[in-house]
């Protein structure tokens, strides 16, 4: 163990949420506001994170008793916060039971996750469960589940058996109406398990919605290296963030058992679509649009694009004349300094937002953070010619090569699908309308919609280059 390694300091609070996905925006966002909340009101709310995935986060953490550092990255230096809210890490490959034992265990009330879209096991253009995903197959066969959905039915299913209330499911993940399609998938697969099951979910389950915002870049080794000269402590696992921070929250939890969250910043709301709406069209349209133009261009983050003053433009031109006006604000909001503000949290230079992250999974992302709104700006009549050439990049991106011609490493669930469909045309038309056939992404009432603008936007793309395509949307 390296000399100096982080250690607790103090107990873990006693546990009452298990999260799953403990990647870094939980430990940058939720954690950080559950730590607050017990502080400032106390209440038995320690959690309890599980990898889906790897031992990772497990092997970094452990031997750290849980805690690590939060460091905000911003103009003014701020010293780095010791989050010790997570009592331990359990690792779901290694022992499904063990985690599905303490998701039984009626001491846990809330269940919460970042498993990212593609951890939902849904079809992203529906909503709907994919029931021949291979993992949902497993899960309906076998009691010990892979996927987050699995370990959702699963322990409810143990805890109905048990006499136990079932426990809030609440996602934390970047979806439109996050906790319907919690609820959507849950029942789903509850439904081929056990159909009385899924009835008793659906009557005493709550899925509450949730919008979150908080830019948490991955953490990289010279982000180690410095937090360690800094401060004279190893940390294996930090987190870096940026100062803003959001949760709005939809109040409906399983006997109204929760933390305190609203006495730390968080807003306990009735109904969470505005707010919702408007960050995934005004942040997240943007953020994916900048990062795949961007990235085509030879820009690594977000703040290298946003001072190129091209690019600069190119987004408050999709602010101003493409997405603010198809928004009904949440009361007392203004789109005009929401927008404002998201373009000096861009340009944050502290923060290394890497165009490639944010690119990541771009199947998945796509019809939430864009085609909704091209939608309807299309029905409306208005022109959208920036995200028309934002769904034209993500197109070139996931074809594998960038405009320098060097390969692009695509993650994305559907990266083989997607590179076959983009190499079996050659002409930017048939290209395009290649890859409007995946159905997972677009319906067939989007691709013929698309395919005339998309083609004309992908043919200026491969002819000028992403930075002169966009400046012609500005001329």
Not at 4 to 30: D, M, Y
């Amino acid at each position: 163990m390296p000399d100096n390694r982080l250690t607790r300091t103090e107990p873990a609070p006693k546990t009452g949420i298990v999260h799953l996905g403990l990647g870094a925006f939980f430990r940058g966002h939720g954690a950080i506001y559950t730590e607050e909340a017990i502080a400032a009101s106390g209440g038995d709310w320690g959690i309890i994170g599980v990898s889906l995935q790897t031992p990772r986060m497990r092997d970094a953490l452990e031997p750290q008793g849980g805690t690590y550092m939060a460091v905000e990255l911003g103009p003014k230096p701020v010293p780095p916060r010791h989050v010790q809210v997570i009592d331990r890490v359990l690792v779901a490959p290694e022992d499904p039971q063990a985690v599905l034992d303490v998701m039984t265990d009626p001491a846990i009330r809330i269940v919460s996750l970042t498993v990212t879209e593609k951890g939902y096991c849904h079809e992203p253009a529906s909503g709907a469960l994919n029931l021949t995903h291979p993992d949902i197959q497993h899960d309906i066969a076998n009691p010990l589940p892979r996927s987050a959905p699995g370990f959702l039915v699963r322990a409810l299913q143990a805890r109905r058996a048990a006499g136990h209330a079932p426990f809030t499911v609440q996602s934390c993940d970047n979806l439109p109406d996050n906790g319907r399609v919690a609820r959507g998938v849950v029942l789903a697969l509850a439904r081929e398990i056990d159909p009385a099951l899924a009835d008793w979910i659906g009557d005493e389950g709550r899925f509450p919605a949730a919008m979150v915002d908080r830019i948490v870049p991955a953490t990289k080794p010279e982000d180690i290296t410095a937090l360690r000269e800094a401060s004279g402590t190893y940390d294996a696992a930090p987190v870096m963030h940026e100062p803003f921070r959001q949760w709005v929250i939809e109040d409906d939890f399983v006997g109204g058992a929760r933390p305190d969250w609203a006495a730390v910043g968080a807003q306990m709301v009735e109904d969470i679509a505005a707010y919702e709406h408007m960050k995934l069209c005004m942040l997240n349209g943007t953020h994916s649009s900048l990062a795949y133009l961007g990235y085509l261009a030879g820009k690594d983050t977000i703040a290298d694009t946003m001072a190129d003053p091209a690019f600069a433009a190119f987004v408050d031109h999709l602010w101003r004349a493409e997405i603010a006006p198809g928004l009904t604000p949440p009361e007392g909001v203004s789109l005009a300094d929401y927008a404002a503000a998201l373009a000096e949290r861009y340009r944050n230079p502290a923060i290394r937002h890497l165009t490639w992250q944010i690119a990541m999974d771009g199947s998945q992302k796509l019809p939430q953070r864009i085609l909704g709104t091209v939608g309807e700006a299309m029905a409306a009549g208005r022109p959208c010619p920036g995200l028309i050439l934002a769904i034209a990049a993500w197109m070139r991106y996931v074809g594998g090569v960038d405009e320098a011609g060097n390969p692009i490493d695509v993650r994305d669930p559907f990266s083989a699908e997607l590179k076959a469909l983009s190499d079996s045309a050659e002409a930017p038309d048939a290209k395009v309308a290649a890859l409007l056939s995946l159905r997972a992404v677009f319906s067939a009432e989007q691709a013929a919609a698309l395919l005339a603008p998309v083609s004309k936007a992908y043919a200026t793309l491969v002819e000028k280059g992403a930075k002169r395509a966009l400046a012609e949307i500005l001329s």
